[in-house]
């Protein structure tokens, strides 16, 4: 949900959290930490994504099915997804992605670019990106590729009776992963 109604920044005042040290902590050990929509926010709060999440360039709310195409098969959360784009749900008022250009150099530099808006086509345009993310990012990771941050809500297209399951191939990646 919402953290703490984000009056100030969307995550800023979650990130002061007590339980965030212990999550920051797993991190820093090598565990996994997954944040969808205000955890992507919180993860870029306590610097263990880079990045901000700022308002939408409209700067409404914006709750719609969007495409995403996966820019990598390389970690725990991507190993199941093909070319294909996937049509995910978004719900957020502050879900553009922002980052500098050595931040961006290095996020594709790495590979940590997970997921990025496209058009149901596949194609990355403009025209796709929701919210005004630099780049049409969605999603990305930590260099060691154990943390994970997306504004889209792939829970949200993961049962046949919400007439979507694009967002099935996720979680199926995480247990492809552990139970190898």
Request: proline share 4%.
């Amino acid at each position: 949900g919402f953290s703490f109604g984000d009056y100030l920044r969307s995550g800023a005042i979650a990130n002061y959290s007590p339980i965030m040290k212990k999550v920051v902590a797993h991190a820093l050990n090598g565990g996994y930490v997954m944040g969808i929509c205000n955890g992507f926010q919180i993860l870029c709060e306590s610097s263990l994504l880079p990045g901000a999440l700022l308002h939408n360039t409209n700067h409404k709310f914006i709750c719609k099915n969007v495409y995403l195409k996966s820019m990598t098969n390389d970690t725990l959360i991507t190993n199941q997804y093909s070319d294909m784009p996937i049509k995910i749900p978004i719900a957020h008022g502050e879900g553009r992605f922002y980052a500098d250009d050595n931040t961006l150099e290095s996020l594709i530099n790495h590979g940590q670019i997970l997921f990025k808006y496209c058009d149901a086509n596949g194609k990355i345009c403009e025209k796709a990106n929701p919210n005004g993310s630099v780049l049409n990012i969605a999603g990305i990771c930590n260099k060691n590729r154990n943390v994970f941050g997306m504004m889209p809500h792939p829970e949200r297209a993961s049962d046949i009776e919400l007439q979507n399951t694009d967002g099935k191939i996720l979680f199926e990646s995480i247990l492809s992963s552990i139970t190898a």
